[in-house]
């Protein structure tokens, strides 16, 4: 069922997530961290997605940015599949980075994104939507912060993989969703933000 207008249920979603990205901010900027699943949202309703992939959108983040204040892993999953129910916590475990694997041994930053990737096999039409969106924000944000800056070097070095590294990364996400057959019509958006980040990744620096 598509969403229109208020929804008590994305209400109390953006109550939860303020709570629990509460003086985070985005990286590199002094933006509450919460206008991020708050952009996630408004492109997946643009795209005219469901309630429970829209709720989804708005959590992504909660599982893996927010392993503080009293609150472990465990206990966000239990408080977010109670809360939202199992579909939804399914789907933001799918977009959840892992910090280990299954047999508890610690992966590495490019191991997480291998394994990130690997597990789109198993996610959900909804999970994929939720990657797609939350791949365009961040891209587009990227792109922004780099037209209005002198020092592109400010932008890239935010990023512990750097210039080379963030670009790949998005041509990445965009071909692994594609090579599993996601072709959804917000797959042309997040093949125009990987081609931006790839021409601005490419411009030398000023």
Known sequence: MTTRGYSDRINHAFAFAAKHHDRQVRKGTRLPYLTHPANVAVILTRYAQDEQTIVAGILHDVIEDCVRDGYTRDMLEQRIGDKFGPEVLDTVLAVTHRQVDEEGIELSSEERKDDYLARLAAASESARWVCAADKIHNGSSIVADLARTLD??????????????????????HDRLRELGFDAPIMAELREVAEELEQAGAAPTR
Not at 152 to 173: A, E
């Open 152 to 173: 592109p070097d400010t932008v890239w070095s935010r990023f512990n993989v750097g210039r080379l590294g963030t670009v790949r990364w998005y041509r990445r996400v």
